[in-house]
Structures are given as C-alpha cells and as structure tokens.
C-alpha cells in the first residue's frame, strides 16, 4: 500500500504523519510506502523544521532524512491514499485530479476536522503530534 501524507510546505505536519505512519506500519510488519509532499513549493529539498523533527524523536520516530517536495498531478496514479492535513490542502489537491477515481484517493487525514498548522506556534507541537500520532494508530487498523 502507498500513502501520502499532503499539507502546506512538507516541513512540520506531513512530515509527522509520514513518519509515525511508517514507524507503525514497520513495527507492524507491513509492507506499506510512505511519504509526504506539500502543496506550496518554497522548501523543496529541505528537511523538515527542526521542532517537527524534535517532538518525533522524543516519541522513538526519526525524521530528519526527510526531504521536502512538492505536491505533483503524477501523485494520484502512484498513490492508493492522499491524506491532507486541512480543507486548503484538499481543495488544491483535488483542484490537480483529473477522474472521478483520483478524487476519491484524497481524503482528509482527521475525519472530522484540520491538523493545525504548527509552524508560527511552537507550542502546537506536542498536541500536533498527539493528534498524528493518534490518527496514524487508527489509520493501521483501518488500512492493514
């Protein structure tokens, strides 16, 4: 199974979901590709931000190799899951899909509500992660 994980510039929220998700699914066993992207281009190449990359290794996650890239039309047919972290995210992801088959890959990562951005509070860190964290256990049930 291959999952993405979108937000806006791929350096704090989907980052964290790409590597709680992939941690879980390798301690699980399951052979599943994980990766992220985001929807804004102006951290290409660049790791994720260093408090992203600090609040995942307090919790046994390591994220620091990941590169940031931008969100491409080409996803949708490599990709069985487009999960985005808010409704922005969704609307410029799915404002890419070209058949009825690519929207429905795009889903919200919360079901009932946005992953806030965490970027300008650092405060938002712990309780972003709490809530990644949460969602990615449910996501293994769900998808395995």
Known sequence: MKIL????????RSPL???VLQHLANEKGLNWEIDSAGTGDWHVGQAPDRRSIAVAKKYGVDISKQQAQFFIADFFEKYDHILVMDSQ???DVLALAKTEEQK????????DNAVPDPYY???????????IERRCQELIHELA
């Not at 429905?104 to 079901?111: G, I, S, T, Y």
């Not at 509070?121 to 809530?131: A, G, I, R």
């Open 5 to 12: 994980m979108v937000c806006l510039g791929n350096i704090c």
């Open 17 to 19: 979901a790409h590597g």
């Open 89 to 91: 995210n969704y609307a």
């Open 104 to 111: 429905r890959k795009v889903k919200l990562f919360l079901l």
């Open 121 to 131: 509070d650092s405060n938002l860190f712990e309780p972003v992660y709490s809530m």
